[in-house]
């Protein structure tokens, strides 16, 4: 289940097969279930990769095996050539950002960002030194004597990532950092942690459930489901080119409609669509919304269907559109001046052949 | 608390109320004016006034070796029931191994039973093993009944903990002893003051335990006071007694400025 | 890509961490056997010991001291004495304590916090100054016999009988019953004595109706912590009692400490435990009628 699609323009280390994090094969499983199956990645220096999907589907997990808090059942993680997989969590020199920020309510926000440095016995005066500068890179100075309980929310979590970069790791970890924060923090902060991470070079993995996170964020998504990979790509790749149902419906609106296949060609609505070879029978027809033209119909060729209803919402004018018994959305940008077409109205569909998916039916 | 409208007290839950409080801390507030009475005996309300029993608990070389001997007990069980529980807390929370339920349902125990039962049994095993009547001994029977409390806050408060921040301090580098000295302990500190607060009164009160595991050679403040009032009752033990409740809330209030008596206690 | 290489990290942490764990509490374990599980063990088997006519013990199994206790009358009263006591003591100290537990319950603030360390502050002194208090109140020249004297009442004998120890003994329980009711007390909500007052009912009846089936499963958890204490109490009814009250706790002291019938005094306290475990069976049934 691992994958090529790679854009132009990655990263500039390492080719194919050797990336700076090497994943290979690893696997988690409890007593009666998976967490994660077989998961192999290769990701190269400097790279921001977001691991992406719905809650339980072994992000975290995963994520938690590379940072070694959670022993993998099978599978090697190797780190700039060095196999880490059985290496005790305290020497594997990964920062972790945690979702709760995990600070020490014990210390103030100084002493917290220079532990890591304290434990790999750093002379005194160029932790002061280091310190003062991650704190500075977080735009927290001034702050350094406060206790983590004086401090917001947006600010904690920039102490934890302060904290988790001041040790220069070799590769940062951050599990779903921003989702306690509010939406307007939440956008803030995704182009604070990108710009830093890119003006260190750092190589970095990031999990969310946003979608809209990992791709705006990151230079590589890792769409994950229920313990399996489903597939590696840029934001544009995974939009474009889906290669399943689940990362078409995941990344992106789209519509979900059914068809029946044969010899290599979906039947739907009247039109035919070029379906994968060898896949016969029930299909997933996949189009995203706002890739469908729509016009008063003529009478002619196409897709023809009438509006069930029409939802005007300013930015966007959405009509659902019963074709054939199947209700199908159509998004259009408004432009002013256009008439919103009432129920009922006769409409032709239409879109490029690159823009249709078809995938097996749901299991 | 709540910002919508303060039910009202009735006046009868008022009345009710501070009628039974006052019978809940009768003995305490009667137990004040009697040490200062200048009686032979112990009559209330005292028909003299006079200082002389707070000297005579001092005089009395039984009152105050019992008290050295309470006092050096307790401290002793106290830092013995921290060395042994905290390990013990931290393996069945952290280390989580099978049965911890189990083993944590056993090491509790003690607090069911009651002390009468637990002193005859503890009575009888200890004359055999020649422990009656020594200080060992009595170290020994007041840990039985300490350790069970030390357990049970401990393992509060460690399973209060954030799990997370241990993580993180392990992911920057910290080898798990150095995570539990630098972290996990600071972040206990107020269930470890709990613990000593709570060792160290219940040893110094212990009484019933005591009394089977005491002699003409050894004995506890509590016992000592036991054997007092049973053959006499005059004013010397009201002395006494204040001057112990003194004690206890003295040890109430360190609790409560370093680390709030309310969050160490109401879980 | 490279095939999945199916390694199995080593994990060294195992056996070295069962290692750790059982070093970690052994300490723990020595002391609950020797002092727990050993002695009561111990005291099972003691129950069954014989007594010889001269008062020494002997080795040898039989039931005659469990007979004794069906047969001996003053055993029977004993049993029945004690448990009826109880019984009555955690009745009184219910009704005593619940007006309290109300009223802290409906408390806030720093007045609530004072009122809780005032409920508390008693379990922090010994037993022995505490019921030395009721000796003061209760005695012919304490303080209830100076008051009734100064109003031309009778003197009432109150120390050295069954009426002091229940005084004593409930005041001595009511710590403990408060904050078993206050625990028992998080299923009332202000705003359904308001739905009740708002649907026509009386103060009286919100309290018989609403309040008291509410806070049930705090008073069962109150009567069963106080009876088995009350069961099990020893220095009150001792001290309160001067020794001609005969309660189970103080025969076990007496046969255990001054007859040196051993075997007599574990008979005795096995049932006490007994009783414990008839207690909470009942406890537990009770909960289960109403939750």
């Known amino acids: 289940m691992t994958d090529q699609s790679t854009a132009p323009g990655q990263g500039t280390d390492g080719t194919a097969g050797e990336g700076f994090l090497s994943i290979r094969g690893l696997t988690k499983r409890y007593a009666g279930f998976t967490a994660v199956d077989n998961f192999d990645l290769e990701v190269p220096k400097g790279e921001l990769v977001a691991f992406l999907g719905p809650s339980g589907c072994g992000k975290t997990t995963s994520l938690r095996m590379i940072a070694g808090l959670v022993p993998a059942t099978a599978g090697r993680i190797v780190v700039g050539g060095q196999d880490l997989t059985t290496v005790e969590t305290h020497r594997r020199d990964m920062g972790l950002v945690f979702q709760s920020y995990a600070l020490f309510p014990h210390m103030s926000i100084a002493r917290n960002v220079a532990f890591g440095l304290e434990m790999r016995k750093v002379p005194k005066d160029e932790i002061a030194r280091r310190v003062k500068e991650a704190i500075a890179l977080v735009h927290l100075t001034g702050k350094e004597e406060h206790k983590p309980a004086q401090l917001s929310g947006g600010q904690q979590q920039r102490v934890a990532l302060a904290r988790a970069l001041v040790i220069r790791p070799s590769i940062l970890l951050l599990d779903e950092p921003l989702s306690n924060l509010d939406a307007k923090l939440r956008d803030e902060m995704r182009n604070e942690i990108r710009d830093i991470q890119k003006s260190l070079g750092i190589t970095a993995i990031f999990v969310t459930h946003d979608q809209g996170e990992a791709l705006t964020m990151c230079d590589k998504v890792v769409v994950m489901n229920e313990g399996r990979l489903e597939q590696v790509g840029t934001p544009v790749d995974l939009y474009e080119r889906p290669k399943t149902a689940f990362v078409a419906s995941f990344v992106g609106r789209t519509n979900r409609l059914k068809a029946v296949a044969k010899d290599g060609t979906a039947e739907f609505a009247g039109q035919r669509v070029l379906a994968p070879a060898g896949l016969s029978g029930p299909v997933q027809v996949m189009i995203r919304p706002h890739r469908i033209a729509l016009s008063p119909s003529t009478g002619g060729e196409g897709v023809t269907g009438t509006i069930a209803r029409a939802i005007f919402s300013g930015d966007i004018l959405q009509y659902d559109v019963d074709v054939g018994g199947q209700i199908v959305s159509v998004e259009l940008a408004t432009r002013g001046g256009e008439t919103v077409l009432a129920p009922g109205t006769q409409v032709s569909l239409s879109w490029r052949p690159q823009d249709i998916f078809v995938y097996g039916a749901a299991a | ?267 | 890509m490279s095939a999945a290489t199916a390694l199995a990290p080593a994990l060294p942490p195992r056996r070295s961490r069962l290692r750790l764990i059982v070093a970690l509490l052994a300490p723990i374990a020595l002391i609950n056997a020797i002092g727990f599980l050993a002695p009561v063990l111990n005291l099972a088997r003691m129950s069954f010991y014989e007594v010889e006519p001269t008062g020494a013990m002997r080795e040898v199994y039989t039931l005659a001291t469990w007979a004794k206790m069906v047969t001996d009358s003053f055993y029977a009263e004993l049993i029945v004495n004690s448990v009826s006591v109880s019984l009555g003591i955690t009745l009184l100290t219910l009704v005593c304590s619940y007006p309290i537990a109300l009223y802290l319950h409906r408390s806030t603030g720093t007045w609530k916090t004072i009122l809780l360390v005032l409920v508390i502050s008693p379990l922090l002194t010994s037993a022995v100054v505490r019921t030395y208090g009721w000796i003061a109140i209760l005695s012919d020249s304490g303080l209830v016999n100076n008051a009734l004297g100064a109003l031309g009442l009778p003197p009432q004998r109150m120390m050295f009988n069954l009426t002091g120890v229940t005084i004593g003994l409930t005041e001595i329980l009511m710590p403990y019953m408060i904050l078993a009711l206050l625990a028992g007390f998080g299923r009332l909500d202000p705003r359904i004595e308001e739905a009740a007052s708002t649907l026509g009912a009386p103060p009286f009846t919100i309290f018989r109706r609403i309040i008291l089936p509410l806070t049930l499963p705090g008073i069962a958890l109150g009567c069963l912590l106080c009876f088995v204490l009350a069961v099990s109490s020893f220095i009150t009814p001792k001290l309160l009692g001067g020794g001609r009250v005969f309660l189970l706790a103080t025969e076990i002291y007496d046969q255990a400490i001054v007859t040196l019938n051993w075997p007599l005094a574990s008979t005795l306290s096995i049932l006490v435990l007994v009783i414990f475990g008839g207690a909470l069976v009942l406890y537990t049934r009770a909960l289960r009628a109403i939750l």
Request: glycine letters at 4%; aromatic letters at 8%.
């Open chain 2, 1 to 267: 608390m709540q910002i919508m409208d303060e039910r009202p007290v009735s006046l009868t839950l008022k009345i009710l109320a501070g009628v039974m409080f006052a019978f809940l801390l009768a003995p305490l507030i009667v137990v004040l004016p009697i040490s200062f009475s200048g009686d032979a005996f112990m009559t209330f309300p005292p028909t003299s006034w006079s200082l002389k029993w707070y000297p005579a608990i001092f005089a009395n070389s039984k009152m105050t070796a019992a008290f050295w001997t309470s006092l050096v007990l307790a401290t002793v069980v106290t830092t013995i029931s921290l060395a042994i529980a905290l390990p013990a807390a931290y393996a069945l929370v952290r280390l989580k191994p099978a049965g911890a339920e189990v083993l944590s349902s056993l090491f509790t125990a003690p607090l069911l039973l009651p002390t009468i039962v637990l002193g005859l049994a503890i009575l009888i095993v200890f004359a055999r093993l020649g422990l009656l009547a020594t200080f060992p001994g009595l170290v020994l029977a007041h840990l039985v009944v300490t350790l069970p409390y030390a357990l049970r806050v401990l393992t509060t408060a460690l399973a209060t903990l954030p799990i997370a921040v241990e993580e993180a301090a392990s992911t920057l580098g910290a080898s798990p002893f150095t995570v539990f000295r630098r972290i996990t302990l600071p972040m206990m500190k107020s269930g470890l003051i709990g613990t000593t607060a709570l060792c160290f009164l219940v040893s110094f009160d212990e009484v019933v335990l005591s009394i089977f595991m005491t002699g003409p050679r050894i004995s506890t403040l509590p016992v000592a006071m036991y054997h007092h009032v049973e053959q006499q009752a005059d004013p010397l033990v009201a002395a006494l007694s204040v001057l112990l409740v003194v004690l206890s809330l003295v040890v109430v209030l360190v609790v409560d400025r370093t680390s709030g008596l309310a969050k160490t206690f109401v879980k």
